[in-house]
């Protein structure tokens, strides 16, 4: 057959396909993105809020009851208000819903006094059954609340909890009149005012629990306790919180609109703090690494010691690290100085001992230094001269930070150099890592520990033999003991001292774990206009007391029109 | 008939896919409640997948995700725990809707000139100019092009917002990231579209009939050789109606981009699944209206 | 008329006379060469013939961190103290085993598919095309995530029975190569399907098969060469689109593991680095330099190869 000379449409009866065949006309398409363009000009952002800050992860769940995640905490805290909360300077718990209480001389009976006139924001009285109503719903097993261990220290808390009780009113919380609330405990407990200002224990309405159930966050408006109300929360966007009206101390609210956002990248949230868009950013996984040697000395980044600890868990129960000899060669040998000074670089201080330093009431104990002749003696003695025979070994970190990695590299560079033996190191994405280590399926993996109050029982009962935290293997009679004994102790003096004890165990002659340094909290915004931001050890800052400086405390709304949406430039000072 | 014949294999099709999701999500060590820090006791954890489900046998779980579909509940996510699955894509899917709807005309508005120029003028100093350019974009990542933009457009000279949504002012430099892109890829497959019509007959005759070459192109050439074009576009729309993930985690932009990723890395198996069907059925979709354009563009097509 | 002479060799003929496009074949080519062959070379044995620069290995550490490029490191150093031009070398290496592996995958597998699908049409094409969809709709991320989790152990112990301990080392990066393959071929089937769809119509076919042409013949001798343009072009998109994933999987933490570097790697390190604050401007420029001149010659040779091959192309 002879090619054809006319094109595929030329040819009679394609004619009526093509007749409406547009040409595909790109100035059509760009036409349509303008007005495209032009119609997301209904989207707008609405009003600046008063106080804009950069929250950290999108809050899981601002339940309190049940969200365990830092950055939930911060917006939970503003939310719903608890027996006693945090005072903005240094925080330590202060009264909050709880006027005042009385401790019985055992010091395992509290009783609160509530406050007159408590109410909702939607205007239903707050009474001391509703104290009852949240611990029991967080010790409910239904309710599977992960953090219902803060509860544990209640008498019968845990049996409850675990089904071996099923009577909530033996459980140790009773609410004696509307005002009155009677606490008893399993053991003195020095540092249960801590535990009643933390989330897990703050107040829940439970006439909104009872109507709408697990959606009872979504309706609005929710019933809140604290200083704030929720207003809008957009995921991935922003949640928007007006000051609560009913709060008791309603008067001392300083901003009447505060925007929370997300925060998912370093270098965003920079860019958005520098354009001004963003007041404050407190989240220390938030300031790009890279550039800490020149933000440090800026005056508008604060830097402070910080409730956690970096460290290195050893699984005892592999060969060769069940001798100790072993894993403390290998402590010895880690140069904390330059993984602190050229990695992190945040001006976080090296770690000996696993409780950092600052609690009030205790003195860490003196770890393993840095002596890499020590390390090399241990090693020959242990039966690996040189690092000879010395099998290699994996190393686990995650995939969540390339400061993990990073770090890593430091290690294995340092203990081929001063020990002749070698690391593989192993990256694994976070859920398999949980997997490895849950499993115990590692030589030695990276860790790390935020704790929860102001007390080295958060840092320290984890390695007990039975703790589903403890994630080495490492089981010591004696350490649970010295535990036990501290937690059952009254007197605060042997009670530090106690724990002193147990902590020398981990970190100086057993060392199933290996401290590498404190972390140090960073957060940013201008201290010359915004006031009332206090940096302290557990990275808590109340908003109720946050203001701007010469700023009066009625929300601002910015000029419409496509220009101006932008908000002005600030005087920030210049870097 | 066709049309129908292909619909009706979209139902089965999407189930087939939503188990493969699932299955393969839960094959992957690790579940949405695993934690760094472990709950006081054990029983904590049990009672927590219990109430999810998730300490039934993978098969019963996906028959009950999947009764919850059929009546529109796409069942809750296991990292929000506040949220529904419906709540945040309700929320997130207009946004990836509106950036990836505009990416995708900016795309298609400057790719096909382009392409249309450097096929036009071959050998010659547009050619080479435009098609290095067209190579340039498609080398550099979105996870540079983003930041280089943003520094240079938002931070220096403060023409557009750094960041967020909300306003026509936020959607520019997204849509220019995610956009630039694949606008070079398709310049450069309408180049070679063209390039391969061109030595063909009809278009000789065309020319030989006298027509002015840019008619000859436009009225001639462009229809056959934008073919790998439309073959390309149907599930390019796919991608950019369902959200970027790199674009979307850059300018913090709150749509679904991020979720099907993070779900994923979260073990978050109801969201996963529940993207995994919208862009399933937006592939199915878009992939008939592809074929069906074809048939349209080039009737020698039509089976 | 013309001559006697092979296609093969009329196409190297042609080949040969674009001078961008042999220009860059030659680029590519020694490039390939230098960093196959540099870590041969970057031994004690050699180090007092060559300049400094060039004698670092890539996971040697040092004092000097973030260096900018100067006699002692051309390419300026990392976080480390590690030498950027070492670690490019042999991050490129691991990224053109990516990108060759995705063209092999895409080539073989996706061609194939996609010719066969359009030419038989009907139920075949319906089938194989919805299947196609199937795997398009699942996210890729979850394959590589399960691969690499799920197959992992197994997989290693039974590299390192077979062949020595440090190919299990390999296990990793084998499982990434699996992974990113699976992804790349979906694309170049569908395109290569609408491409045969057209051409299986025309005159030429009908006239293969009325001369006792079989399926595979007509198919491979006839067909195929028309679409070798489309191929050759969509394969040089395909590779910088594998590397560009590598580098996305390498931004969220699980591309290649440390101390190894890939192109890809190197780049979702270096775009952490732009900021308006101050910019290690090497770490970023000089890895995303290496792989869009790489990428950038690659095209140039495709070009050249769908010229040169082009059954129809009026260019002697």
Redesign the interface.
Known sequence: MMPSATAPWERPGAQRCLRNAPDGNPCLLLLFLLAALLFTGCARRGPRADLVIINGAEPESLDPGILTGEADGRIALELFAGLMRYEPTNATPVPDLAEGWDLSPDRKVYTFHLRPHLAWSTGEPITAGDVVYSWLRVLAPRTAAEYAGQLFYLKNGEEFNTGRITDPAQVGVRAVNARTLRVELKNPTPFFLNLCALPTLRIVPRQAIKKHGDRWLMTRPVPCSGPYELVAWRINDRIRLRKNPRYWDAANTRCEVVDMLPGTSANTALNLYETGEADIVWDKNLVPVELLDVLLKRPDFHSYSYLGTYFIRFNVTRKPFDDSRVRKALTLAIDRTRIVERITRGGEHTASSQTPPGIPGYDPPEGLGYDPAQARRLLAEAGFPGGRAFPSFDYLCDNTSHLHEQIAVELQAMWQRELGIHAEIHKLEWKTYLRAQGGLDYDLCRSSWIGDYNDPNTFLDMFMSNNGNNRTGWKSAHYDELVNLADAQADRAKRAEMLRNAETLLVRDEVPIAPLFYYAGLDYYDANRIKGIFPNLLSVNPVRAIYKVGVESVSKSTPQGAAANLPPAPQIAAH | MYFLRRLAFTIPLMLVISFLAFGLLHLAPGGPFDKERAPASPEIKRALEAKFHLDEPVWKQYLRYLGGVLHGDFGPSMKYRDHTVNDIIAQGLPVSVTLGALSFCFALGFGIPLGFLTAARKGRWQEYTGGFLALLVICVPALIIGPVLIMTFALKWRWFPVALWGGTWHAVLPTVTLGLYFAGKISRLLREGMLAVLPAEFITTARAKGLGETTVLLKHAFRPGVLPVVSYSGPLLADLLTGSFVVENIFQIPGIGVFVVNGTLNRDYTIVVGLVLIYAFLILVLNLVVDLAYGWIDPRVRA | MTDAESPNRRAWRRFRRNRLAVGSGAFLFSAILLVVIWPLFATPRFASLLPRALTWKPTT?SDD?FRPPDLAHWFGTD??GRDLLSRVCYGARISLLVGALGACVSLFIGVLWGAIAGYF??CW??LM??FV??L????S???V??L???VEESFKAWLVRVLSSDAG?AANLLLLFAGLGAVSWL?MA??VR??V??LR???FV??SRALGAGHPRILLRHILP?VY??II??LT?TV??IM?YE??LS????GV???QASLGSL????????????I?WWM?VLP?LT??SA??AL?FVGDGL?DAW?P???RE
């Open positions: 550490l961190q976080v480390h049409g009907g094409d319906a095309m919805r969809d199937v398009y709709s699942l996210p991320i979850l394959f995530i399960v690499i989790a799920v080392a694309t569908r395109i609408g491409e769809l057209t119509t025309r005159g009908d006239a028309n343009g489309i072009t969509y998109l910088p689109s560009l580098s996305f931004y969220l933490g699980l593991q440390p101390p780049i979702a390190e270096g775009a952490s680095q732009i900021n308006p604050i101050r290690y970023i995303g792989l869009a990428l950038l095209n769908r082009d129809r192309s009026t």
